[in-house]
């Protein structure tokens, strides 16, 4: 199975952008990717998710401001977040699902002035 290494965190004001990547240690071509997150005090939730035909889907609090997708030949996923608001802060994880599913260890994202 891959391992994944999630990668662009930080802090980033209100209305800015970041760009998350998640690099996997191989193919990636037959998974499902998906972005999760986990506030303060909060479960983790479903923030995005791509299939291997790379249909997309996302949570209500994210539509039109993230955009999910997969690069299959460099075997990363990367989540485009725009409009920042601070109630997106939280640690964002990347998950890989074929057979049996795998998580990255995380990367903080603090959306803060």
């Known amino acids: 199975q891959v391992q994944l290494v999630e990668s662009g965190g930080g802090l980033v004001q209100p209305g800015g952008s970041l760009r998350l990547s998640c690099a996997a240690s191989?193919?990636?071509?037959?998974?499902?990717m998906g972005w999760y997150r986990r506030a303060p005090g909060k479960q983790r939730e479903l923030v995005a998710l791509?299939?291997?035909?790379?249909?997309?889907n996302y949570a209500d609090s994210v539509k039109g401001r993230f955009t999910i997708s997969r690069d299959n030949a460099r075997n990363t996923v990367y989540l485009q977040m725009n409009s920042l608001k601070p109630e997106d802060t939280a640690v964002y994880y990347c998950?890989?699902?074929?057979?049996?599913?795998?998580w990255g260890q995380g990367t903080q994202v603090t959306v803060s002035s």
């Open positions: 998950k890989a699902t074929w057979t049996t599913a795998v």
């Open positions: 191989g193919s990636i071509s037959m998974y499902a």
């Open positions: 791509i299939t291997t035909a790379a249909s997309t």
